[in-house]
């Protein structure tokens, strides 16, 4: 259908308005092409008239229907235009109280002004894997979007967050931060999540400030990277700022603060730890009162500075940091109040008694003279000279406040360095979601700088933006196969170009800062020559000082002052310096940092005629060169990433709550880029459907045959081609059905009016009914009236005299018949009763004579008992004094034996440990005397070498100057006849002098060589000794330890011996272990000589050692002080350190000799290089003469010939040299042969103390070998005592049973006797009663034998135990926990069978009395179940099994304690199997406790079993037919069950579950009160989530949705009554539930609904009855929504109601659960272990 169709009467546009933007207005008349004017009734009814065009009509835009108004998803509108968005929004904050709302991929947050409790932990929760379109908008949706993308398609995200100030920025991404750190909760012990939250407190308080827009605005652009590990838990984050505004440090508009750190300082001025600041009160410094405004209304800077010395600390940044810190920002504010005065003359000056100076100097540890001077001058560099200009007052402020700014930036990025440090932990990123929190296209009355760097960063992002969205829209078309066609849409690239490009307004504007003389006027003259053909340029009319710029979302002009001055960010190089040279580290180290980071970044104010400067903007970067750099790097991220929009919006300037002012929003929608998504979205296909959801919707408008179809894809094909003739205006998609901008309107009024006809067919065969029956009513009571009448009137006729004579007979007749038949029956009951009395009293009489011979009896049986009782207390007593005797006795022999053992143990031990210290202390001794025998080889070697050399150095020198002497001689006779040798002899000289420095490196090396040797040696000799040092520490500790391992050792045989010492027989082991001891005393001797013997020679050894050391380098005074002058042995450790403390001084002598002969070489070959360097002089003086006698010629053979002669003395100096080879060879020899004499010695000595070893390892083998021979006695005494034991036990069981057959005989003897002494008595006077008595007698005593002679072929009569061994415990609790498997049939046909077996083998342990046995049994069933539980925690059936098991094995310990509470309902077998001898009161408290954790394991485990279909069962699944709540849902759809063709879940199959669940629980014999328990916490859970779901969704908030929800209350009721669980109170979980159900469906408009409303909702809190109220959606156009008056109203009458203040339930509650008594009436006798169970190893007892 065409567009124009629908302009129709009754249909509503929307016409522009200047108050509102747009208002509506409803059509009176049918459009009709061709018209002028289009008539419009307003909704004040006054009429309009709108005019049109006939050529080309522009008809306004049309409203939505009032179905669709109100909806999440703004593209789920019809008409898709810019008033439709802002009805949208109006509708959803100011009447539903609703904040935010999707449109497409964006969300748009609109700022309440006000807390709202929709960000809980249990919203979060509720969220946490929910897909986007199941819940209603919220961050935490888009968030969780995020997370799940990161998880899913392993690719990073970011989320952009964008607005104005005051919109929400800052808030939005704290919440989206907040909601990462919960659902993601790291296991390390760093908790990193909550540093992540930390910081904004942190970055907030030295970020933003108070502005006329926001009281929280955030002054800096931050992407914050949150980073994920491969489990996607966080483990880091980072951050980045962008244009921090530093103008705000030293200037605040009226009605603005500075930053929030200032206002939080001073106000804890008077704190001890900010008293040496010097702080005043903000009003009194000049940075802090500008604006006028110091404080915020309901901040308290105060408790916020707390709170940011509390996050700093959390973020690890300790005191001295924050003390820095807090020094930097006092310095600033001091700085701002040093007042400088204007001198005259163009100079200005600083007083240096300004206290704020001397305060500002001594917090930033700078000179005072140093900055007063450069405040208030210059320094001019000129070709030749450097001149120092003061400055005026003006230039001098504007360089304080310079300095001032530039310090806070670098106070600030210096806090970000430092959070960004504290949010790193090692681990390895996996992926990473970054928060966008950045400002808003920007446009005031005054735009400057920072605005224009602000709408350029917002040309980038829409840029992206639109590049995305379009990207989203092609895919899902080309996935639903549907042809894409190219849109028209606004592309910002231009703009971007003309910003960014080259030449364009940044290029000009860097260009423009490098020249010295360059102003804001000149830069402006630039733009206009050169944008001026540019259409998105312009220059304003009336101003020459600024220029226009068309950007996406509007014109902004702009001021061109203070473009340079802010791009150049310019400072003072001479105060930089001042700043550098600080005392504060601190400070100091924010300078360097920048120096080194970005050399030459600040701009030095130059003279008129300064040097070239570099071009480089590397080198010279201005701000907005970098600003463009990081905005680049942002987007690069961006880009690399799947981003996700949030677009916060103010809704009014004057921050009131829920105020909606049109004009403020639709420019803030235009300016973020909404309005062009819904443009573009419109051009397309906007509505988009489901094939599904339109069958659910539209099915109203189908057709019978069309119905019928099974196949509904092709029905909506079908239906939609009927409906809807042109094509063009809807595409099928492969899941989808795409619309054209109105069609869904269009659709909706057939809908509409296909309903309003049935509603009227409905009501005339309602109305025609209710008359039918009404006169159906009248009719029926007209007949009986007539029945009446004729009834009374032929009574009168048929009444008469005689008549009434036969009525008095017939009553006369009557009374005397009955006064008759009630005489008969009075003598009868009268008869029976005397006849009863009389059997009555004779039953008395001979009760009381019976009762009478009873007592009489009793008298005389207790007569005999207590006689009986007194002899057995006697003899009990007797017993127990034997026993204490003989016990005393035992004692004190096992106390003598213990103390033999534990000396001769310790001896033994100590020998054991000393053979071992001292075979170890040899082996290092031994490489210690090898070290020091080796140096002392190569140190002789060396020093012979050293002689050798010299020796020949000193010939060789001597020779030469022999030499050179008769040369010197000869020539002063032969001068003319030297100059035709010269060559010759100069090269010959030459040889020799190369020869001798060789000679002298060779030399020089080998002496380098020795002395690293000996460096070498000593510090391994003093690594040796230390090392030795920390060996001998060591022992001595293992020592102690072993020390005391021999006494916990000697302790536990000491317990194993008690048992064995309690018979008499072991005395006579006593003389063995006297033999034995005396046997290990006389080998600890031998070991003690052997030890001497060894320390000896060990001592000997050294004194050698030492000896081969000093022999040659110190007397002998001092080589016998480094050796021990006592003569006793050296055989303990301290002695052995001695020894090692006397090598270690000697060696010390040794190097210090070694360092004196080194020093005396050094000496030597000093003297030597002077003779060489006087040598080579007198050589160059020859050869000077040599070329002056070159004329000489005749001569020259002769002399040629002399000095061959001369030279057979280098054949000599040869022979020299091989000889000095030759003896080096022989003293490397030499030292081989001593190396191998000491390995020799080594060798030796390391055998002897091996065989030695070895001696004494086999003898501790020999003693251990005797232990274990004792240990293996005791042991088999042991278990022949333990023998011993059970057969007394045996004994004293078999002695216990005679005794009470001897008492029951005694009794019957005595009762015999008693019953013949009174019949004696009365045999006067009864002499027939005698004989009848004697003949009862003697059948009796003859009943007696023959009842004694059978008693043997009775059956055996079990007491209810079970016997095992203790060896078998293990297997018991491996077949009946471990392995036991909860669907065996024995199991299942005897519940509870587990515990009633473990409980019997209980008894038998408490019936021999062995409380060891019984502990074990008791800890090993408690650990067996623990570790099923642990093993199997998700096992539903295996963890049931176990609750009832444990449960009935706690009742068991109960019933059977012997407690009075608990034996009530015992019967007489049952309290005779009551425990005996131990109170197993703890473990039962121990076995509740794990009764507990299994519970609730249990209870969990069905929670996430029924919850994933809580949702879909209760809520989405329509349940009543014909019901249908759908609607259009927008982009963003549901990923439930309903809209697929089969359903998953539905209320049936909760029911199903839940009978699931009963049925295990009955199986498993689970007591009913326990099955009530968590049938209630079931329901609770399932009406805590439904209810949890309402409150999140809008679309569940309906009127029909309230019908179904209380159709699947009533199914969950039924299932409890077809249970027996009435009694659980299980429904009365679904109240709150219930009742919002109801209040979905009631009325609510007038007053008396309200008063109604808030009686009946008694379950819900004010918070969830408002927002079911702002939240009801109306299906249809006959439903209405609930105006906001009535929300008000509601909500003042449950405003003082008491209770929780939270919207959601907890899903986490747990009721407390209670496990009541309740007695088992299972006899244990009558119980059998089936052999399926595998327990052959317990006979019954």
């Not at 966008?436 to 829409?462: M, V």
């Not at 010759?984 to 040797?1013: H, M, W």
Request: charged share 30%; aromatic share 8%.
């Amino acid at each position: 259908m065409a567009l124009l169709e629908l302009y129709t009467e009754f249909n509503r546009v929307w016409i522009p308005d200047a108050e509102h933007v747009w208002k509506s207005a409803e059509i009176v008349r049918d459009f009709q092409s061709g018209d002028k004017v289009l008539e419009l009734l307003l909704e004040d009814g006054t009429k309009h008239h709108h005019p049109l065009d006939p050529s080309t009509p522009r008809l306004p835009p049309l409203r939505n229907p009032d179905i669709l108004v109100g909806e999440n998803d703004l593209t789920a509108l019809s008409y898709l235009h810019e008033p439709a968005v802002l009805h949208n929004l109006r509708v959803r904050f100011v009447e539903s109280r609703i904040i935010y709302t999707y449109c497409g991929i964006i969300l748009v947050a609109v700022n309440p002004y006000k807390q709202l409790p929709i960000y809980g932990d249990a919203i979060i929760h509720a969220y946490s894997g929910q897909n986007m379109g199941d819940m209603d908008p919220h961050i935490f949706a888009v968030a969780e979007e995020a997370y799940k993308q990161m998880a899913r398609n392993h690719k990073n995200q970011s989320i952009i967050v964008s607005g104005e100030s005051g919109a929400g920025k800052t808030v939005s991404a704290r919440y989206a931060m907040r909601y990462f750190a919960i659902v993601s909760k790291s296991g390390s012990n760093t908790r990193v999540e909550d540093k992540v939250l930390a910081s904004n407190p942190v970055t907030e308080a030295i970020g933003n400030a108070k502005t006329t827009r926001n009281d929280n605005s955030s002054r800096f652009g931050k992407y914050t990277e949150i980073s994920f590990d491969r489990r996607y838990r966080i483990i880091g984050a980072n951050m980045r700022t962008y244009l921090l505004e530093k103008s705000r440090v030293v200037f605040q508009a009226d009605n603005e603060r500075n930053y929030h750190i200032f206002y939080q300082m001073c106000s804890c001025a008077q704190l001890p730890e900010f008293k040496s600041l010097r702080l005043l009160s903000a009003d009194k410094f000049q940075y802090t009162s500008i604006g006028g405004d110091i404080t915020i209304e309901g901040v308290d800077d105060k408790k916020d500075m707390e709170e940011t010395r509390r996050t700093f600390s959390l973020l690890g940044l300790k005191e001295d940091f924050q003390s820095d810190v807090f020094k930097v920002l006092a310095a600033i504010l001091h700085l701002g109040n040093v007042e400088i005065k204007d001198s005259g003359k163009d100079k200005s000056s600083v007083s240096l008694s300004d206290p704020h100076l001397a305060v500002c100097c001594e917090l930033l540890a700078v000179s005072v003279e140093g900055l007063v001077r450069w405040l208030c001058h210059r320094r001019i560099v000129l070709v030749a000279e450097t001149v120092v200009k003061p400055v005026t007052k003006e230039r001098a402020v504007n360089a304080r406040d310079a300095l001032a700014k530039h310090i806070y930036a670098l106070l600030f990025d210096c806090i970000i360095n430092r959070i960004n440090t504290a949010l790193q932990v090692p681990g390895k990123q996996h992926a990473f979601i970054g928060v966008l929190d950045i400002y808003g296209f920007e446009t005031f009355d005054i735009n400057s700088f920072e605005q224009f760097c602000i709408n350029y960063a917002n040309e980038k992002l829409q840029q992206q933006f639109n590049l995305h969205v379009f990207k989203l829209e092609q895919e899902e078309y080309m996935k639903e196969d549907i042809p894409w066609t190219l849109i028209d849409f606004y592309d910002n690239q231009p703009v971007i170009d003309l910003i960014e490009a080259k030449m364009g307004i940044l290029d000009l504007l860097d260009e423009e800062c490098l020249f010295p003389q360059g102003t804001d006027q000149t830069w402006l003259m630039k733009l206009y020559s050169y944008m001026d053909t540019n259409p998105l340029f312009e220059k304003p009319r009336l101003s020459n000082e600024a220029f226009v710029i068309q950007h996406f979302a509007d014109k902004v002009e702009y001021q061109c002052r203070g473009f340079l001055e802010k791009n150049r960010d310019t400072l003072y190089e001479e105060l930089v310096d001042i700043m550098r040279a600080s005392e504060f580290p601190f400070l100091a180290l924010f300078f360097h940092e920048e120096e080194k980071s970005t050399a030459n970044s600040k701009v030095k104010v130059r003279p008129a005629r300064p040097g070239l400067k570099p071009a480089n903007k590397q080198l010279r970067a201005s701000v907005g060169d970098k600003f463009s750099s990081s905005l680049s790097l942002l987007m690069e991220t961006l880009n690399a990433t799947t981003p996700h929009y949030v677009r916060c919006i103010k809704p009014n300037d004057e921050k009131l709550p829920f105020e909606y002012d049109s004009r403020r929003v639709v420019q803030q929608l235009r300016a973020c880029g909404v309005l062009e998504t819904i443009r573009v979205s419109a051009q397309s296909y906007p509505s988009r459907w489901t094939y599904i959801e339109f069958y659910s919707r539209y099915s109203i408008l189908m057709s019978h045959q069309e119905s019928d179809l099974r196949d509904k894809k092709q029905t909506c094909k079908d239906v939609l081609q009927r409906l809807i003739q042109d094509p063009n205006q809807y595409k099928f998609g492969r899941t989808k059905i795409f619309f054209r901008a109105g069609q869904v309107a269009y659709l909706e009024k057939l809908r509409l009016d296909r309903l309003r006809g049935a509603s009227v067919t409905i009501q005339k065969h309602v109305r025609g009914w209710s008359q039918r029956r009404k006169y159906l009513r009248m009719r029926e009571a007209a007949i009986i009236l007539q029945q009446y009448i004729r009834g009374k009137r032929t009574i009168r006729k048929m009444v008469s005299a005689a008549t009434l004579k036969r009525g008095w007979a017939t009553m006369v007749i009557q009374r005397h018949w009955r006064g008759y038949r009630t005489r008969q029956i009075y003598q009868l009951v009268r008869l029976a009763s005397v006849t009863i009395q009389a059997f009555t009293r004779g039953w008395m009489a001979r009760k009381r004579y019976k009762k009478m011979i009873e007592e009489n009896k009793a008298l005389v049986i207790q007569k005999y008992a207590r006689a009986w009782l007194a002899r057995r207390r006697f003899q009990t007593m007797r017993r127990l004094v034997m026993n204490v005797q003989l016990s005393f006795r035992v004692q004190k022999l096992r106390k003598k034996i213990e103390d033999q053992n534990k000396e001769s143990r310790g001896l033994m031990e100590r020998l054991t440990s000393l053979a071992s210290t001292h075979a170890q202390t040899v082996d290092r001794l031994q490489a210690v005397e090898a070290q020091l025998e080796k140096s002392t080889s190569q140190k002789a070697s060396v020093v012979a070498r050293e002689k050798k050399g010299k020796e020949d150095a000193t010939q060789t020198i001597i020779q030469l100057r022999q030499e050179i002497n008769v040369l010197i001689l000869e020539k002063k006779k032969l001068d003319q006849k030297f100059e035709a040798s010269t060559k010759e002899a100069k090269e010959n000289f030459d040889v020799i002098k190369g020869s001798l420095l060789d000679e002298k490196e060779t030399e020089a090396r080998l002496r380098k060589i020795a002395e690293n040797n000996i460096e070498i040696q000593r510090q391994d000799h003093e690594k040796e000794v230390e090392a030795l040092k920390e060996e001998i520490k060591r022992l001595k500790e293992e020592r102690v330890t072993l020390h005391r391992k021999v006494e916990e050792e000697g302790q536990v045989s000491s317990d194993l011996q008690e048992q064995v010492l309690q018979l008499t027989k072991l005395v006579k082991t006593i003389p063995e272990l006297h033999r034995d001891l005396n046997n290990l005393q006389n080998q600890r001797n031998n070991m003690d000589r052997k030890m001497k013997q060894h320390s000896e020679q060990a001592r000997a050894k050294m004194t050698e050692i030492t000896r081969q050391l000093l022999g040659g380098v110190v007397e002998e005074e001092v080589l016998l002080g480094l050796t021990p002058n006592d003569s006793e042995e050296i055989y303990e450790v301290e002695d052995l350190l001695a020894a090692f403390e006397g090598l270690h001084k000697a060696t010390r002598i040794l190097e210090t000799h070694q360092r004196e002969q080194k020093e005396g070489y050094e000496t030597k070959l000093e003297g030597l290089q002077l003779k060489v360097d006087h040598l080579q002089n007198e050589n160059s003086k020859l050869q000077n003469l040599f070329q002056e006698k070159s004329n000489v010629n005749e001569n020259i053979r002769q002399e040629v010939s002399r000095l061959s002669s001369e030279n057979s003395v280098l054949p000599e100096l040869k022979l020299q040299v091989s000889e000095l080879q030759r003896q080096k060879q022989e003293l490397e020899l030499h030292g081989k042969e001593l190396n191998r004499e000491l390995a020799e010695k080594t060798e030796e000595i390391t055998n002897t103390l091996q065989a030695k070893i070895n001696e004494e390892t086999s003898q501790r083998r020999h003693f251990e070998e005797k232990a274990e021979a004792l240990e293996e006695v005791k042991r088999q005494l042991q278990s022949q005592v333990e023998d011993l034991e059970e057969e007394n036990d045996h004994l004293r069981r078999q002695q216990l049973m005679e005794s009470e057959a001897k008492s029951k005989l005694r009794e019957e003897t005595s009762q015999l006797t008693a019953v013949n002494m009174d019949f004696e008595e009365q045999l006067d006077h009864r002499d027939r009663l005698i004989k009848k008595l004697q003949n009862q007698i003697k059948s009796f005593e003859s009943a007696q034998k023959v009842k004694q002679t059978s008693a043997p072929a009775l059956p055996k009569e079990y007491l209810g135990m079970l016997e095992y061994k203790r060896e078998d415990e293990p297997k018991l609790i491996q077949n009946i926990i471990l392995d036991l498997k909860p669907k065996g049939v024995v199991v299942n046909m005897i519940p509870g069978l587990p515990a009633y077996i473990v409980f019997m083998c209980v008894r038998f342990a408490d019936y021999l009395n062995d409380e060891a046995k019984l502990k074990s049994l008791m800890n090993a069933i408690i650990c067996a179940v623990k570790k099923v539980i642990m093993d199997y925690p998700k096992d539903f059936e295996l963890l049931s099994f176990w609750l009832s098991n444990t449960y009935q094995l706690l009742n068991c310990l109960k019933q059977y304690s012997g407690e009075e509470e608990f034996m009530k309902q015992n019967t007489a077998r049952q309290k005779k199997n009551c425990l005996q001898n131990f109170d197993l009161s703890e473990h039962r408290q121990i076995l509740s406790d794990l009764a507990i954790h299994i519970y609730h394991q249990f209870i969990t485990v069905m929670e996430k079993s029924i919850t994933p279909g809580i949702v879909p069962g209760m809520l989405e699944h329509e349940s009543l037919q014909g019901i249908s709540s759908m609607k259009p849902t927008g982009v963003r759809k549901r990923s439930n069950s309903i809209y697929e063709d089969s359903e998953t879940y539905s209320i049936s199959s909760i029911i199903q579950q839940l009978t699931v669940f009963h049925s295990t629980m009955n199986q498993h014999g689970m007591e009913q009160g326990l099955i009530k328990q968590a049938v209630k916490q079931l329901f609770y859970q399932v009406g805590a989530i439904t209810l949890n779901n309402i409150m999140l969704r809008k679309d569940m908030c309906s009127c029909r949705k309230g019908m179904q929800i209380r159709c699947n209350i009533s199914y969950l009721e039924e299932w409890l009554k077809e249970k027996e669980l009435q009694s659980s109170n299980a429904i009365d979980t679904l109240r709150p539930l219930s009742q919002a159900a109801w209040l979905l469906q009631v009325n609510k408009s007038t007053d008396d609904d309200a008063k109604e409303i808030t009686d009946k909702c008694t379950e819900l809190n004010p918070v969830q009855i408002v927002k079911i109220l702002n939240s009801y959606t109306p299906i249809d156009d006959f439903e209405k929504r609930v105006s906001s008056s009535f929300v008000r109203k509601v909500q003042s009458l449950v405003h003082d109601r008491d209770g929780s203040t939270q919207m959601m339930l907890d899903t986490d509650y747990r009721f407390q659960v209670t496990f009541p008594f309740c007695p088992s009436p299972q006899a244990l006798e009558l119980l059998q272990v089936p052999n399926s169970l595998h327990l052959g190893f317990l006979t019954r007892i």
